[in-house]
């Protein structure tokens, strides 16, 4: 069956590192045909620049710090029927796109959304989720890993995340791709609300993985605590001027601002931050927030062609392959590794340790993926605390299990 073609748009600002691996693990994705679209600042387009492959991908310098409207260059860039949207600190699954554009295909779905799990490589950040009126995401139960279809009513749709989803591009032609009123926060549910008034379905497609880093960046730390709510304070008067009737802004505003300053004061009884940074916080939420009550709103523009041709990634030469090793003998089995993706080879390496210790897995930057863990600990927190198993069996069962999202079994 021919696939529709995709573009991977990848929005990067000050974070060169973390986007030579998100480079890295998308060009193992298994699917064909797509394209890669970096927007970067100057650091951002000199690392893509200096990949092996960079002749493959398209390249643009953006310096604003606006990822709608730095999104909106992609889109413009981008000439697949799909737009996938994935962060510069995190790396989707090799199967991502080939679960996304399925889910796609079925039901008028234009846009879906997947699970994207935490910087342990095991928990999760976000599974399914749904949107009410307000903006307010509330988490939507999902059983099994078949895609659900969230059908728009007034009050609620679906909610899918800027570093996991996916939409068509005449779809968000449309709509005006991204606000560029939003500078940060609440972009992809200001999207999310307005594809929902259009009656568009989103699927929710639990084996559309994406393993997200959560880097720092110039308003959050990498342990995640916010260093300025200017933004976000913006975000939410873009919001309520948008979506929320005027005689419910100041109650709305309220709740928010209370919100936040009890997170702020919960991450200064915990030792992260000074006492003096909670009214310093605040302060900048509130300037955010009447900055946000002028700003323009609406002016995305989206090229009805894209400005550049499509530019096929091509098609990994190898096969996946699952390797296991001994804590022991694990400086030898990463050399296989690299050995085998340097044949072209999607790679995931099982390091087993003579413990109970908690797995954990991530992308490695040599390119390929790692978990490591006890023999007889937990890889999903729903595996009880200890189960005593022999060597080989474990990695069976491993292998099992991520291939069920990740492929590749025999």
């Known amino acids: 069956m021919n696939q529709p073609p995709v573009s991977v748009v ?12 998100c480079l890295t693990g998308c060009m193992q994705l298994l699917y064909d045909p797509f394209e890669i679209v970096v927007v970067a600042d100057p650091a951002g387009v000199a690392a893509a620049q200096a990949l092996s492959f960079a002749k493959q991908i398209k390249i643009i310098g953006f310096d604003d710090a606006n990822i709608s409207a730095a999104r909106n260059v992609g889109i413009n860039a981008a000439a697949g029927e799909i737009l996938a949207f994935v962060d510069d600190d995190a790396v989707p699954e090799p199967t991502w796109l080939t679960h996304l554009t399925h889910a796609m295909q079925h039901n008028d779905v234009v846009v879906a959304g997947g699970y994207v799990r935490a910087r342990n490589g095991i928990s999760y950040q976000w599974k399914g989720r749904t949107l009410d009126a307000l903006g307010d995401a509330v988490d939507m139960p999902v059983t099994g890993l078949e895609p659900v279809v969230v059908q728009p009513t007034p009050t609620r749709c679906a909610k899918t995340e800027g570093t996991n989803m996916a939409v068509r591009r005449d779809v968000l032609l449309e709509v005006g791709g991204f606000d560029p009123a939003y500078h940060y926060f609440l972009d992809e549910t200001d999207l999310n609300m307005r594809l929902a008034k259009a009656g568009y379905a989103c699927a929710i497609v639990p084996r559309a993985q994406v393993h997200h880093g959560f ?36 109650d709305h505003w ?3 601002r209370m919100s936040e300053r009890r997170r702020a004061v919960r991450l200064m009884v915990s ?26 709103m609406g002016e995305g523009h989206i090229t009805q062609t894209p400005n550049a041709p499509f530019k096929r990634i091509a098609p990994l030469s190898g096969a996946m392959s699952y390797l296991a090793a001994r804590r022991s003998s694990a400086a030898k089995a990463r050399t296989e590794a690299l050995h085998r993706v340097k044949n072209g080879e999607v790679v995931t390496l099982i390091i087993l340790s003579p413990n109970a210790l908690y797995h954990q897995a991530r992308f490695h930057p040599d390119g390929y993926w790692e978990q490591r863990g006890g023999l007889f600990g937990k890889s999903s927190r729903c595996q009880s605390l200890l189960k005593f198993w022999r060597f080989n069996d474990r990695f069976s069962a491993e292998k099992k299990r991520l291939s069920a999202i990740r492929g590749g079994s025999d």
């Open 271 to 296: 030792g992260h931050i000074e006492p003096r940074a909670v009214t310093g916080l605040i302060s900048r939420l509130d300037q955010g927030y009447g900055q946000g009550i002028a700003r323009r």
């Open 254 to 256: 309220r709740v928010i």
């Open 215 to 250: 880097a720092a960046n110039k308003l959050r730390r990498a342990d995640r605590v916010p260093t300025d709510l200017f933004d976000i304070g913006a975000s939410w008067a873009v919001f309520q001027r948008k979506f929320i009737p005027q005689d419910k802004r100041r």
């Open 10 to 21: 990848i929005v990067s600002r000050g974070r060169p590192d973390a986007l030579r691996v």
